[in-house]
C-alpha cells in the first residue's frame, strides 16, 4: 500500500465550527488531491496540490481550503462547518512518473449536526 | 472529458470470469480508458488503463473495441475479495496533476 494516512478517521462536529483534515504521505509524491464522496455521487474532486505552496481548485471547492506546507501533508479545512459537508473525505497522492495511478488514502468520515 | 456509461450493477460467480462494460461513444483521439474498483469503506484502487491496444496486468485485462467507443473490464477468475464497485473513467492523460471524475460506477457482487 501506498504510505498515505489521513487523520482523523472519524470526526463528528457541529455547525459552524472549523474542522481541519490532515492528508500524510511517506511517498514523496508531487501531486497531493482532496475529494468528497457522497451517496448517489461519485467521488468528487474539492481541491488539488501539484507542489509545495501550490495549490488549485476542483469541482467542489466552495466552502473549503487547502494548505500544503511540506511535500508530505496537505491540510484540507472547512473554516465554518455546515451539514452538506458531511461526507467521507479521501485524500490521493500521484506522481509524474506513474501519472495513469492514483494512491488513496483510507478516508475520515466527517459528520456534521 | 469524455462521458461514460455503465450498468449499474452485476453478478457474477465466483470463479468465473466477470466481464464490466463501459460505453465511451464520445471519447477523442487521445484519451485513455482508467478502471479503478472501490472496495467496501476503502479509497479506490487503481486496476489499469489503456488507450487503443489490449492490455493486460496481474489484476485484469481491458478490451477496447477497434473503434475505441466502448471497452471491458474483464476479472478472469473472480473472487470473493473482487466484489467492490467498478468505475471506467476516460480523460486525457496529461503532464500534471490528474484530475478524475467518477461516475457512478458498477457494482459487481461476486457470489459463492
Known amino acids: 500500500d501506498a504510505g498515505i494516512t489521513q487523520s482523523p478517521r472519524h470526526k463528528v462536529t457541529e455547525t459552524g465550527t472549523p474542522v481541519t483534515l490532515r492528508c500524510h504521505q511517506t511517498?514523496?509524491?508531487?501531486?497531493m488531491y482532496w475529494y468528497r464522496q457522497d451517496p448517489g455521487h461519485g467521488l468528487r474532486l474539492i481541491h488539488y496540490?501539484?507542489?509545495?505552496?501550490?495549490?488549485d481548485k476542483g469541482e467542489v471547492s466552495d466552502g473549503y481550503s487547502v494548505s500544503r506546507s511540506k511535500t508530505e501533508d496537505f491540510l484540507l479545512t472547512l473554516e465554518s462547518a455546515t451539514s452538506s459537508q458531511t461526507s467521507v473525505y479521501f485524500c490521493?497522492?500521484?506522481?509524474?512518473?506513474?501519472?495513469?495511478?492514483?494512491?488513496f488514502g483510507p478516508g475520515t468520515r466527517l459528520t456534521v449536526l | 472529458d469524455a462521458k461514460t456509461t455503465q450498468p449499474t450493477s452485476m453478478d457474477c460467480a465466483e470463479g468465473r470470469a466477470a466481464n464490466l462494460p463501459c460505453n465511451h461513444s464520445?471519447?477523442?483521439?487521445?484519451?485513455?480508458v482508467y478502471w479503478y474498483r472501490q472496495i467496501h469503506s476503502q479509497g479506490p484502487q487503481y486496476i489499469i488503463h489503456g488507450l487503443k491496444n489490449n492490455e493486460t496486468n496481474e489484476m485484469a485485462s481491458l478490451i477496447i473495441t477497434e473503434d475505441r467507443k466502448s471497452s471491458t473490464l474483464i476479472l478472469p477468475h473472480a473472487t470473493l475479495r473482487d466484489t467492490a464497485v467498478y468505475y471506467c473513467i476516460v480523460r486525457l492523460l496529461v503532464q500534471g496533476a490528474q484530475k478524475l471524475v467518477f461516475g457512478q460506477g458498477t457494482r459487481l457482487t461476486i457470489n459463492p
Open positions: 511517498e514523496n509524491h508531487r501531486y
Open positions: 464520445t471519447i477523442s483521439g487521445n484519451e485513455y
Open positions: 490521493a497522492i500521484s506522481t509524474p512518473r506513474r501519472g495513469f495511478e492514483q494512491f
Open positions: 496540490s501539484y507542489g509545495v505552496k501550490d495549490t
